[in-house]
DNA sequence: TAATAAGTTGCACTCACTGCAAGTTTGTCT
DNA sequence: AGACAAACTTGCAGTGAGTGCAACTTATTA
Protein backbone atom coordinates (compact mmCIF):
# COMPACT_ATOMS: atom_id res chain seq x y z
CA UNK A 1 0.00 0.00 0.00
CA UNK A 2 1.42 3.53 -0.92
CA UNK A 3 0.47 6.87 -0.41
CA UNK A 4 0.10 9.24 -2.79
CA UNK A 5 3.50 10.78 -2.14
CA UNK A 6 6.38 9.21 -3.63
CA UNK A 7 8.08 7.93 -0.52
CA UNK A 8 6.90 4.69 1.18
CA UNK A 9 3.88 4.27 3.72
CA UNK A 10 5.97 4.28 7.29
CA UNK A 11 4.05 1.12 8.18
CA UNK A 12 3.06 0.48 11.85
CA UNK A 13 6.21 -0.83 12.65
CA UNK A 14 8.33 1.73 11.72
CA UNK A 15 6.17 3.96 13.49
CA UNK A 16 6.33 2.15 16.63
CA UNK A 17 10.42 2.23 16.38
CA UNK A 18 10.41 5.69 16.25
CA UNK A 19 8.34 6.31 18.94
CA UNK A 20 9.76 3.95 21.54
CA UNK A 21 13.24 5.54 20.24
CA UNK A 22 11.67 8.89 21.03
CA UNK A 23 10.26 7.66 24.26
CA UNK A 24 13.75 7.23 25.05
CA UNK A 25 15.33 10.03 24.59
CA UNK A 26 12.79 12.14 25.80
CA UNK A 27 12.67 10.26 29.37
CA UNK A 28 16.89 9.73 29.33
CA UNK A 29 17.04 13.91 28.71
CA UNK A 30 14.16 14.38 31.48
CA UNK A 31 15.69 12.30 34.05
CA UNK A 32 19.59 13.26 33.09
CA UNK A 33 17.89 16.98 34.23
CA UNK A 34 16.08 16.00 37.21
CA UNK A 35 18.69 13.75 38.77
CA UNK A 36 22.06 14.58 37.19
CA UNK A 37 23.70 12.83 34.15
CA UNK A 38 26.07 10.48 36.33
CA UNK A 39 23.15 9.51 38.32
CA UNK A 40 20.67 8.20 35.83
CA UNK A 41 20.81 4.37 35.19
CA UNK A 42 20.14 2.39 32.02
CA UNK A 43 16.80 0.61 34.14
CA UNK A 44 15.31 3.66 34.89
CA UNK A 45 15.34 5.05 31.60
CA UNK A 46 14.11 2.18 30.19
CA UNK A 47 11.17 1.87 33.28
CA UNK A 48 10.10 5.16 32.44
CA UNK A 49 10.25 4.61 28.59
CA UNK A 50 7.97 1.30 29.49
CA UNK A 51 10.34 -1.39 27.67
CA UNK A 52 12.97 -3.38 29.18
CA UNK A 53 16.43 -2.83 29.30
CA UNK A 54 17.71 -5.33 26.96
CA UNK A 55 15.25 -3.06 24.12
CA UNK A 56 17.48 -0.08 25.13
CA UNK A 57 20.50 -1.40 24.08
CA UNK A 58 19.57 -2.49 20.84
CA UNK A 59 18.12 1.08 20.18
CA UNK A 60 21.43 3.16 21.75
CA UNK A 61 24.65 1.44 22.19
CA UNK A 62 25.74 3.47 24.54
CA UNK A 63 23.89 5.40 27.21
CA UNK A 64 24.99 8.64 26.56
CA UNK A 65 23.78 8.50 22.85
CA UNK A 66 20.35 8.63 24.36
CA UNK A 67 20.64 11.67 25.91
CA UNK A 68 22.78 13.24 23.57
CA UNK A 69 20.13 12.29 20.98
CA UNK A 70 21.97 13.42 18.35
CA UNK A 71 19.71 14.35 15.33
CA UNK A 72 21.42 13.46 12.29
CA UNK A 73 19.04 16.33 10.46
CA UNK A 74 21.01 18.68 12.39
CA UNK A 75 24.36 17.97 10.53
CA UNK A 76 22.61 17.31 7.58
CA UNK A 77 21.34 20.77 7.23
CA UNK A 78 24.90 22.15 8.06
CA UNK A 79 26.16 20.13 5.21
CA UNK A 80 23.67 21.50 3.03
CA UNK A 81 24.36 25.18 3.87
CA UNK A 82 27.97 24.58 2.97
CA UNK A 83 27.19 23.27 0.14
CA UNK A 84 24.80 25.63 -1.01
CA UNK A 85 26.41 28.67 0.21
CA UNK A 86 26.51 31.60 -2.48
CA UNK A 87 29.41 32.08 -4.88
CA UNK A 88 30.70 34.84 -3.07
CA UNK A 89 30.65 33.57 0.42
CA UNK A 90 34.36 33.15 2.13
CA UNK A 91 34.38 29.18 4.19
CA UNK A 92 35.04 30.84 7.01
CA UNK A 93 31.41 32.98 6.81
CA UNK A 94 29.37 30.54 5.83
CA UNK A 95 30.75 28.30 8.96
CA UNK A 96 29.74 31.67 11.07
CA UNK A 97 26.66 31.46 9.41
CA UNK A 98 25.99 27.88 10.34
CA UNK A 99 27.19 28.58 14.00
CA UNK A 100 24.45 31.57 14.12
CA UNK A 101 21.91 29.12 13.48
CA UNK A 102 22.75 26.78 16.20
CA UNK A 103 23.07 29.69 19.08
CA UNK A 104 19.94 31.30 17.73
CA UNK A 105 18.07 28.20 18.42
CA UNK A 106 20.25 27.34 21.64
CA UNK A 107 19.69 31.31 23.08
CA UNK A 108 16.15 31.69 22.26
CA UNK A 109 13.74 28.58 22.85
CA UNK A 110 13.99 26.68 25.53
CA UNK A 111 14.30 23.50 23.43
CA UNK A 112 15.49 20.61 24.19
CA UNK A 113 18.83 21.19 22.41
CA UNK A 114 19.78 23.97 25.09
CA UNK A 115 19.04 21.55 27.53
CA UNK A 116 21.33 19.14 26.52
CA UNK A 117 24.15 21.44 25.93
CA UNK A 118 23.75 22.78 29.40
CA UNK A 119 23.88 18.74 30.53
CA UNK A 120 27.04 18.56 28.19
CA UNK A 121 28.65 21.21 30.24
CA UNK A 122 27.95 19.08 33.77
CA UNK A 123 29.00 15.44 32.77
CA UNK A 124 32.63 14.56 31.41
CA UNK A 125 31.22 11.67 30.23
CA UNK A 126 28.98 13.15 28.30
CA UNK A 127 30.99 15.91 26.58
CA UNK A 128 34.02 12.92 25.75
CA UNK A 129 30.78 11.39 23.90
CA UNK A 130 29.93 14.85 22.73
CA UNK A 131 33.26 14.96 21.31
CA UNK A 132 33.83 11.92 19.99
CA UNK A 133 30.42 12.19 18.06
CA UNK A 134 31.42 15.52 16.61
CA UNK A 135 34.91 14.35 15.48
CA UNK A 136 32.67 12.13 12.79
CA UNK A 137 30.73 15.10 11.71
CA UNK A 138 33.53 17.38 11.49
CA UNK A 139 35.00 14.99 9.02
CA UNK A 140 32.41 15.41 6.85
CA UNK A 141 31.54 18.88 7.18
CA UNK A 142 35.54 19.30 6.14
CA UNK A 143 35.19 16.91 3.30
CA UNK A 144 31.96 19.24 1.66
CA UNK A 145 33.95 22.49 2.81
CA UNK A 146 36.85 21.34 0.83
CA UNK A 147 34.69 20.29 -2.02
CA UNK A 148 32.93 23.70 -2.37
CA UNK A 149 36.80 25.77 -2.35
CA UNK A 150 37.85 23.73 -5.09
CA UNK A 151 40.46 21.84 -2.82
CA UNK A 152 41.13 18.41 -2.86
CA UNK A 153 39.53 16.19 0.22
CA UNK A 154 42.39 16.15 2.01
CA UNK A 155 43.51 19.78 2.17
CA UNK A 156 44.70 21.11 5.35
CA UNK A 157 42.73 24.39 4.90
CA UNK A 158 38.76 23.29 5.15
CA UNK A 159 40.15 21.23 7.82
CA UNK A 160 41.68 23.96 9.65
CA UNK A 161 38.48 26.05 9.57
CA UNK A 162 36.36 23.54 10.88
CA UNK A 163 38.10 22.56 13.45
CA UNK A 164 38.92 26.53 13.90
CA UNK A 165 35.05 27.00 14.14
CA UNK A 166 34.26 24.23 16.84
CA UNK A 167 37.66 25.93 18.41
CA UNK A 168 35.82 29.48 18.44
CA UNK A 169 32.77 27.82 19.79
CA UNK A 170 34.16 25.86 22.45
CA UNK A 171 36.58 28.86 24.13
CA UNK A 172 33.44 31.65 23.56
CA UNK A 173 31.68 28.75 25.68
CA UNK A 174 34.20 28.64 28.41
CA UNK A 175 34.38 32.32 28.46
CA UNK A 176 30.66 32.53 29.42
CA UNK A 177 31.05 29.20 31.96
CA UNK A 178 33.88 31.26 33.43
CA UNK A 179 31.43 34.23 33.80
CA UNK A 180 31.79 36.32 31.24
CA UNK A 181 28.38 38.27 30.50
CA UNK A 182 29.05 38.86 27.01
CA UNK A 183 26.04 37.47 24.79
CA UNK A 184 27.32 34.15 23.49
CA UNK A 185 27.00 35.17 19.77
CA UNK A 186 29.34 38.25 20.17
CA UNK A 187 32.19 36.22 21.97
CA UNK A 188 32.11 33.81 18.91
CA UNK A 189 32.31 36.74 16.90
CA UNK A 190 35.34 37.92 18.32
CA UNK A 191 37.04 34.34 17.93
CA UNK A 192 35.85 34.05 14.73
CA UNK A 193 37.93 37.69 13.80
CA UNK A 194 40.77 36.44 15.22
CA UNK A 195 40.90 33.61 13.67
CA UNK A 196 40.08 35.09 10.02
CA UNK A 197 42.84 37.55 10.44
CA UNK A 198 45.62 35.63 11.86
CA UNK A 199 45.95 34.31 15.04
CA UNK A 200 49.85 35.26 15.30
CA UNK A 201 51.23 38.01 12.74
CA UNK A 202 54.71 37.49 14.24
CA UNK A 203 54.81 33.83 13.62
CA UNK A 204 57.86 32.78 11.78
CA UNK A 205 58.50 28.98 11.33
CA UNK A 206 61.34 28.22 13.41
CA UNK A 207 64.24 25.64 12.91
CA UNK A 208 62.53 22.51 14.25
CA UNK A 209 65.97 20.35 14.27
CA UNK A 210 68.97 21.59 16.23
CA UNK A 211 69.78 21.00 19.55
CA UNK A 212 66.39 22.10 21.25
CA UNK A 213 66.88 24.89 22.73
CA UNK B 1 67.38 10.72 57.22
CA UNK B 2 68.24 13.62 54.96
CA UNK B 3 70.30 13.35 51.56
CA UNK B 4 72.55 16.25 50.88
CA UNK B 5 70.46 17.33 48.57
CA UNK B 6 67.57 19.59 49.52
CA UNK B 7 65.47 17.14 49.00
CA UNK B 8 63.76 14.76 51.39
CA UNK B 9 64.94 11.20 50.87
CA UNK B 10 62.62 8.82 48.99
CA UNK B 11 62.40 6.23 51.37
CA UNK B 12 61.11 2.81 50.74
CA UNK B 13 57.55 3.64 50.57
CA UNK B 14 57.84 6.16 47.65
CA UNK B 15 59.70 4.25 45.86
CA UNK B 16 57.62 1.27 45.98
CA UNK B 17 54.81 3.33 45.20
CA UNK B 18 56.98 4.30 42.01
CA UNK B 19 57.66 1.01 41.06
CA UNK B 20 54.03 -0.67 41.09
CA UNK B 21 52.60 2.30 39.13
CA UNK B 22 55.35 1.90 36.65
CA UNK B 23 54.50 -1.74 36.68
CA UNK B 24 51.56 -1.24 36.19
CA UNK B 25 51.81 1.10 33.61
CA UNK B 26 54.26 -1.08 31.35
CA UNK B 27 52.01 -3.95 31.57
CA UNK B 28 49.34 -1.89 30.63
CA UNK B 29 51.27 -0.61 27.65
CA UNK B 30 52.62 -3.89 26.86
CA UNK B 31 49.12 -6.32 27.20
CA UNK B 32 47.15 -3.73 25.21
CA UNK B 33 49.91 -3.35 22.17
CA UNK B 34 50.03 -7.54 22.21
CA UNK B 35 46.11 -7.88 22.21
CA UNK B 36 44.53 -4.75 21.28
CA UNK B 37 43.63 -2.23 23.40
CA UNK B 38 39.89 -2.98 23.65
CA UNK B 39 40.63 -6.76 24.64
CA UNK B 40 42.80 -5.81 27.80
CA UNK B 41 41.46 -6.42 31.62
CA UNK B 42 41.88 -4.96 34.33
CA UNK B 43 42.39 -8.52 36.04
CA UNK B 44 45.34 -9.39 33.34
CA UNK B 45 46.84 -5.82 34.14
CA UNK B 46 46.73 -6.35 38.25
CA UNK B 47 48.37 -9.96 37.51
CA UNK B 48 51.32 -9.02 35.27
CA UNK B 49 52.27 -6.39 37.73
CA UNK B 50 51.48 -8.62 40.53
CA UNK B 51 49.09 -6.68 42.85
CA UNK B 52 45.24 -6.85 42.99
CA UNK B 53 42.74 -5.83 40.82
CA UNK B 54 41.61 -3.62 43.66
CA UNK B 55 44.77 -1.70 43.73
CA UNK B 56 45.09 -1.33 40.37
CA UNK B 57 42.03 1.28 41.03
CA UNK B 58 44.23 2.93 43.93
CA UNK B 59 46.39 3.94 41.43
CA UNK B 60 43.89 4.54 38.16
CA UNK B 61 40.52 5.76 38.65
CA UNK B 62 39.77 3.88 34.84
CA UNK B 63 41.89 1.82 32.61
CA UNK B 64 42.75 3.80 30.27
CA UNK B 65 44.88 6.19 32.66
CA UNK B 66 46.93 2.83 33.11
CA UNK B 67 47.35 2.67 29.62
CA UNK B 68 47.80 6.17 28.64
CA UNK B 69 50.03 6.49 31.39
CA UNK B 70 50.23 10.43 31.52
CA UNK B 71 53.37 11.68 32.58
CA UNK B 72 52.95 14.90 34.40
CA UNK B 73 56.40 16.19 33.45
CA UNK B 74 55.51 16.23 30.10
CA UNK B 75 52.98 19.33 30.53
CA UNK B 76 55.28 21.01 33.46
CA UNK B 77 57.85 20.84 30.77
CA UNK B 78 55.98 22.33 28.42
CA UNK B 79 54.46 24.93 30.44
CA UNK B 80 58.12 25.68 31.49
CA UNK B 81 58.58 26.43 27.82
CA UNK B 82 56.02 28.93 27.64
CA UNK B 83 57.00 30.86 30.47
CA UNK B 84 60.64 30.83 29.61
CA UNK B 85 60.45 31.21 26.10
CA UNK B 86 62.85 34.17 24.96
CA UNK B 87 61.18 37.71 24.56
CA UNK B 88 61.14 37.88 21.35
CA UNK B 89 59.65 34.60 20.64
CA UNK B 90 56.17 34.82 19.60
CA UNK B 91 53.33 32.75 21.28
CA UNK B 92 52.28 30.51 18.35
CA UNK B 93 56.19 30.12 17.76
CA UNK B 94 56.75 29.05 21.11
CA UNK B 95 53.45 26.40 20.46
CA UNK B 96 55.21 25.40 17.30
CA UNK B 97 58.48 25.07 19.13
CA UNK B 98 56.87 22.46 22.31
CA UNK B 99 54.99 20.25 19.38
CA UNK B 100 58.24 19.90 17.70
CA UNK B 101 59.89 18.31 20.89
CA UNK B 102 57.12 16.03 20.98
CA UNK B 103 57.15 14.97 17.51
CA UNK B 104 60.60 14.55 17.84
CA UNK B 105 60.65 12.24 20.69
CA UNK B 106 57.85 10.34 18.27
CA UNK B 107 59.43 10.03 15.39
CA UNK B 108 62.87 9.20 16.31
CA UNK B 109 63.09 6.82 19.28
CA UNK B 110 60.69 3.70 19.60
CA UNK B 111 59.57 4.97 23.09
CA UNK B 112 56.44 3.79 24.95
CA UNK B 113 55.10 7.40 23.79
CA UNK B 114 55.11 6.26 19.91
CA UNK B 115 53.57 3.16 20.82
CA UNK B 116 50.85 4.91 22.84
CA UNK B 117 50.42 7.31 19.49
CA UNK B 118 49.50 4.51 18.10
CA UNK B 119 47.60 2.69 20.62
CA UNK B 120 45.41 6.05 20.04
CA UNK B 121 44.92 5.99 16.71
CA UNK B 122 43.38 2.56 17.07
CA UNK B 123 40.85 2.46 20.13
CA UNK B 124 37.72 5.24 20.17
CA UNK B 125 37.48 4.58 23.51
CA UNK B 126 41.48 5.62 24.32
CA UNK B 127 41.13 9.14 22.40
CA UNK B 128 38.45 9.92 23.84
CA UNK B 129 40.22 10.34 27.46
CA UNK B 130 42.96 11.60 25.59
CA UNK B 131 41.25 14.31 24.44
CA UNK B 132 39.66 14.90 27.65
CA UNK B 133 43.09 15.05 29.62
CA UNK B 134 44.43 16.76 26.86
CA UNK B 135 41.46 19.64 27.72
CA UNK B 136 42.92 20.13 31.11
CA UNK B 137 46.11 20.36 30.20
CA UNK B 138 44.90 23.21 27.42
CA UNK B 139 43.30 24.96 29.66
CA UNK B 140 46.68 25.28 31.42
CA UNK B 141 48.86 26.11 28.73
CA UNK B 142 46.60 28.82 27.99
CA UNK B 143 47.01 30.45 31.33
CA UNK B 144 50.20 30.40 31.48
CA UNK B 145 50.54 31.91 27.76
CA UNK B 146 47.62 34.25 28.55
CA UNK B 147 49.82 35.71 31.31
CA UNK B 148 53.05 35.47 29.00
CA UNK B 149 51.45 37.84 26.35
CA UNK B 150 50.39 39.86 29.47
CA UNK B 151 46.73 39.42 28.75
CA UNK B 152 43.58 38.47 30.99
CA UNK B 153 43.21 34.87 32.14
CA UNK B 154 40.55 34.02 30.27
CA UNK B 155 41.54 35.98 27.03
CA UNK B 156 40.27 34.38 23.97
CA UNK B 157 43.25 35.20 21.84
CA UNK B 158 45.61 32.55 23.98
CA UNK B 159 42.75 29.77 24.37
CA UNK B 160 42.84 30.18 20.89
CA UNK B 161 46.36 29.91 19.97
CA UNK B 162 46.22 26.59 22.16
CA UNK B 163 43.73 25.30 20.81
CA UNK B 164 44.76 25.75 17.19
CA UNK B 165 47.74 24.28 17.87
CA UNK B 166 46.67 20.99 18.83
CA UNK B 167 44.37 21.23 16.33
CA UNK B 168 47.13 21.79 13.81
CA UNK B 169 48.38 18.72 15.18
CA UNK B 170 45.17 16.87 14.70
CA UNK B 171 44.86 17.37 11.12
CA UNK B 172 48.39 16.94 10.35
CA UNK B 173 48.09 13.29 11.96
CA UNK B 174 44.86 12.60 10.09
CA UNK B 175 46.34 13.62 6.77
CA UNK B 176 49.25 10.99 7.61
CA UNK B 177 46.55 8.73 8.73
CA UNK B 178 44.73 9.14 4.97
CA UNK B 179 48.16 8.43 3.27
CA UNK B 180 50.37 11.31 3.08
CA UNK B 181 53.76 10.59 3.10
CA UNK B 182 55.21 13.92 3.69
CA UNK B 183 56.70 13.73 7.47
CA UNK B 184 54.86 14.80 9.87
CA UNK B 185 56.32 18.00 10.55
CA UNK B 186 56.01 19.66 7.35
CA UNK B 187 52.88 19.05 7.73
CA UNK B 188 52.27 20.67 10.66
CA UNK B 189 54.77 23.67 9.33
CA UNK B 190 52.09 23.87 6.98
CA UNK B 191 48.91 24.11 9.42
CA UNK B 192 50.89 26.34 11.69
CA UNK B 193 51.52 28.47 8.61
CA UNK B 194 47.74 28.77 7.34
CA UNK B 195 46.47 29.34 11.04
CA UNK B 196 49.32 32.39 11.73
CA UNK B 197 48.24 33.77 8.48
CA UNK B 198 44.57 33.82 9.01
CA UNK B 199 42.49 31.35 7.63
CA UNK B 200 39.81 33.57 5.48
CA UNK B 201 41.44 36.51 4.80
CA UNK B 202 38.31 37.30 2.80
CA UNK B 203 36.13 36.46 5.85
CA UNK B 204 33.92 39.24 6.97
CA UNK B 205 31.67 39.42 9.71
CA UNK B 206 28.12 38.41 8.59
CA UNK B 207 24.85 39.88 9.94
CA UNK B 208 23.74 37.10 12.54
CA UNK B 209 20.47 38.17 13.15
CA UNK B 210 17.86 38.97 10.80
CA UNK B 211 16.04 35.84 8.77
CA UNK B 212 18.87 33.17 8.92
CA UNK B 213 19.44 33.35 4.70
C1' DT C 1 59.39 -0.82 70.93
C1' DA C 2 55.00 1.11 70.62
C1' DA C 3 51.94 4.03 68.24
C1' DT C 4 50.45 5.67 63.90
C1' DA C 5 50.12 6.51 59.19
C1' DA C 6 50.01 4.65 54.52
C1' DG C 7 49.26 1.04 51.44
C1' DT C 8 47.22 -3.51 50.08
C1' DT C 9 43.82 -6.69 49.70
C1' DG C 10 39.35 -9.39 49.60
C1' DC C 11 34.51 -9.01 49.55
C1' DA C 12 30.21 -7.60 48.38
C1' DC C 13 27.84 -4.67 45.51
C1' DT C 14 25.99 -1.72 41.48
C1' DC C 15 25.87 -0.82 36.90
C1' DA C 16 26.95 -0.98 31.82
C1' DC C 17 26.77 -3.83 28.16
C1' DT C 18 26.57 -8.44 25.20
C1' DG C 19 25.02 -12.95 23.19
C1' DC C 20 21.55 -16.15 22.92
C1' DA C 21 17.28 -18.28 22.72
C1' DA C 22 12.90 -17.85 23.35
C1' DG C 23 8.35 -15.26 22.43
C1' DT C 24 5.49 -11.72 20.08
C1' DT C 25 4.17 -8.50 16.45
C1' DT C 26 3.99 -7.00 11.73
C1' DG C 27 4.28 -7.42 6.77
C1' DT C 28 3.64 -10.40 2.79
C1' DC C 29 2.16 -13.88 -0.18
C1' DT C 30 -1.30 -17.03 -1.68
C1' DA D 1 -8.32 -15.61 5.95
C1' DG D 2 -4.27 -18.29 6.89
C1' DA D 3 0.44 -19.35 6.80
C1' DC D 4 5.13 -18.04 6.65
C1' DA D 5 9.05 -15.14 7.25
C1' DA D 6 11.20 -11.13 8.90
C1' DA D 7 11.65 -7.82 12.43
C1' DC D 8 11.19 -6.48 17.30
C1' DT D 9 11.07 -7.36 22.21
C1' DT D 10 12.32 -9.60 26.17
C1' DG D 11 14.46 -12.44 29.96
C1' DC D 12 18.47 -14.68 31.37
C1' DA D 13 23.01 -15.56 32.17
C1' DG D 14 27.40 -13.77 32.09
C1' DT D 15 31.66 -10.53 31.70
C1' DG D 16 33.88 -6.67 33.18
C1' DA D 17 34.42 -1.85 35.12
C1' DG D 18 34.44 0.64 39.12
C1' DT D 19 33.35 1.76 44.42
C1' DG D 20 32.99 1.50 49.54
C1' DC D 21 34.30 -0.83 53.52
C1' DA D 22 36.80 -3.29 56.85
C1' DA D 23 40.70 -6.18 57.94
C1' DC D 24 45.41 -6.77 57.36
C1' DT D 25 50.39 -5.74 56.42
C1' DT D 26 54.25 -2.69 56.04
C1' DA D 27 56.82 1.57 56.63
C1' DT D 28 57.66 5.74 59.45
C1' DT D 29 58.16 8.27 63.63
C1' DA D 30 58.63 9.18 68.43
Chains 1, 2 share one sequence.
Do not use: W
Request: hydrophobic letters at 40%; glycine letters at 6%; zero cysteines.
Amino acid sequence: MQIEDGAVAPGRRERKKRETRDALMAAALRLAVEKGPDNVTVEEISEAADVSVRTFFNYFSHKEHAILGRDPDDLALALRRVREAPDGESPLTTMRLIVAHVIDELEHHETPISQRIGLIMQSPTLLTQFVVLGAEDERELAAALAERMGEPTGSPRPALIVGATTMAVKVAMEQRKAGSDRPLGALVDEAFSLIADGLDPAYHQPDTHPSPR
